[in-house]
């Protein structure tokens, strides 16, 4: 669901706290039911699937780090959490709803997410998403393509790691296979970063370290100082880093 290189808990909850922190109010539009079943599709350590128990539903959480999994059951052991990939998870019971924040964008195979959120849901059963859409950081990850190529690295500019649709390719996605789409909005959301100091080198530390992988620490540095200073006009903002989030947001049902 997310990279494969497992995250720094401390750090992702520390400073990064705002992606289960905005994913409050998307339970909103889940409004869960006690008794339902409901599948918390990209868990992370729990904290949004613990909001979802609170209302009497029982939820299942499900997340391809085992870190984020391990975390969330020390944390929250009355519900059940596994390790499992977004695009290949089955479940023998099917759910009422399946709820995702802050997730499919990190997966570049979507048709087999919807494919397999269509097959464990039952029918009528809703789906409410909200992840990146089209736009999404594209201040930070254009000025990062820019300095990489400025610096002789034409190989890693451009490197697909995210899957930003919009609204019209990813309704067609769903209505594709199964789904009746009642709700599609992709808006801004620019969204404070905890470090006053390093914000957008801490975001892309933390969300994009693949891009850096086998540059030494100094150059690494380099690049990330260049980009900061290159987005500060537009991403510093009275005092505070924000990253320029774009979010679509999703209700649909299963036909």
């Known amino acids: 669901m ?9 750090l992702y909850n520390e400073k990064h706290g705002f992606v289960y922190k905005y994913g409050e109010d998307l339970i909103k539009l889940l409004h869960p039911i006690e008794g ?8 992370g350590t729990g904290e949004l699937t613990n909001e979802i128990y609170k209302s009497g539903a029982k939820v299942i959480g499900i997340d391809a780090s085992e870190s984020m999994i391990s975390a969330a059951k020390e944390k929250y052991n009355d519900i059940d959490f596994y390790v499992k990939e977004a695009a290949n998870f089955q479940f023998e019971e099917p759910f009422d709803a399946i709820f995702s924040n802050a997730v499919l964008h990190w997966v570049l195979e979507s048709e ?6 269509h097959r464990n849901l039952k029918k009528n059963g ?3 998403l909200e992840f990146g859409g089209k736009g999404n ?8 393509d820019k300095i990489l190529l400025e610096n002789g690295y034409s190989q890693r500019a451009k490197i697909k790691n995210w899957y930003f ?6 309704t067609t996605l769903l209505e594709r296979n199964g789904f009746e789409v009642e709700l599609a909005q992709l808006y801004e959301r620019p ?3 905890s470090d006053e100091k390093n914000g957008i080198k801490e975001w892309l530390l933390m969300f994009g370290s693949t891009i850096f992988e086998g540059i030494n620490f100094k150059e690494k540095e380099r690049i990330l100082n260049k980009v900061q200073e290159e987005v500060k006009d537009r991403c510093f903002i009275e005092g505070k880093w924000f990253a320029d989030y774009m979010r679509l947001r999703i209700l649909a049902r299963k036909k």
């Open 2 to 10: 997310r990279p494969k290189n497992e995250w720094d808990i401390q």
């Open 36 to 43: 339902e079943l409901i599948l918390d599709l990209g868990c």
């Open 112 to 117: 087999k997410v919807v494919v397999c959120m």
């Open 126 to 128: 809703k789906l409410v």
């Open 137 to 144: 950081v594209k201040i930070i990850l254009d000025t990062v």
């Open 165 to 170: 649709p919009s609204i019209s390719e990813y």
């Open 191 to 193: 969204t404070e970063l």
